[in-house]
C-alpha cells in the first residue's frame, strides 16, 4: 500500500531532552531572577497550548520547560558583594583597554545570562578566562581565533547585588 493512503499519527514524534550544561550553573541573582521570568513566560505559553490542543507546541514547550527548571533548580547564586574587590571574578564590570586605545566595558556572568552585545560574557568564554584573577593595571592576552589580543585592566566594579540590572 502506498504511504499516501496510511494515516500519520496526530501525536508528534518525541523530541530529545536538551543536554544539561556541562559546567556548574553560576547565575547572578539577576540571572536567577531572568531564570525565574522565562519559566514562568513559558508555563503562559504551555498553558496556552494545551488550550488550543497543538500536540506539537505542548510537546516542545514541556521540554523546554523541563530543561529551565532543572537550570533554576541547580542555579549556584554568586552575590557579587561577596566577590574580591581587588581582582577579577564572577560578577564583576571589567573596564579594559585595547593596544589601539578603545576602551570597552564587561560584565562575566553566567552562561544563560550572557549577552555579548550588552557586554555581558559568560564565565567560561576565553575573555572571562583571560580576564579572571587580574587586577587593576594588569595586561591580559585575550585568546581570539583572529589572534591573541591584548587588554589592559583598567577598572574593576562589582555591583550591590541588592539592585539587580
Known amino acids: 500500500m502506498s504511504r ?4 500519520e499519527s496526530d501525536t508528534p514524534e518525541a523530541l530529545p531532552e536538551r543536554a544539561p550544561g556541562a559546567h556548574p550553573n553560576y547565575v547572578t541573582p539577576a540571572g536567577l531572577a531572568q531564570l525565574r521570568a522565562r519559566s514562568a513566560a513559558l508555563r503562559q505559553e504551555l498553558a496556552a497550548a ?3 490542543a497543538d500536540a ?3 510537546q516542545a514547550l514541556a521540554r523546554d520547560l523541563r530543561w529551565l527548571d532543572a537550570r533554576v533548580a541547580d542555579a549556584i547564586v554568586i552575590d557579587g558583594t561577596t ?3 581587588d581582582r577579577v571574578a564572577f560578577g564583576a ?6 593596544a589601539s ?3 570597552r ?8 545570562e550572557a549577552d555579548a552585545g550588552s557586554g555581558s560574557v559568560s564565565w567560561i568564554s576565553p575573555l572571562a578566562r583571560a580576564l579572571a584573577g587580574a587586577r587593576v593595571g594588569d595586561e591580559v592576552l585575550w585568546p581570539r581565533p583572529a589572534g591573541a589580543q591584548p587588554l589592559t585592566v583598567l577598572a574593576i566594579r562589582y555591583p550591590d547585588a541588592r539592585t539587580p540590572r
Open 50 to 52: 494545551q488550550a488550543r
Open 101 to 103: 586605545g578603545a576602551v
Open 105 to 112: 566595558h564587561w560584565r562575566i556572568v553566567g552562561e544563560d
Open 56 to 58: 506539537a507546541a505542548v
Open 4 to 7: 499516501a493512503f496510511t494515516k
Open 93 to 98: 564590570e571589567v573596564e579594559v583597554e585595547d
Open 83 to 85: 566577590q574580591p574587590r
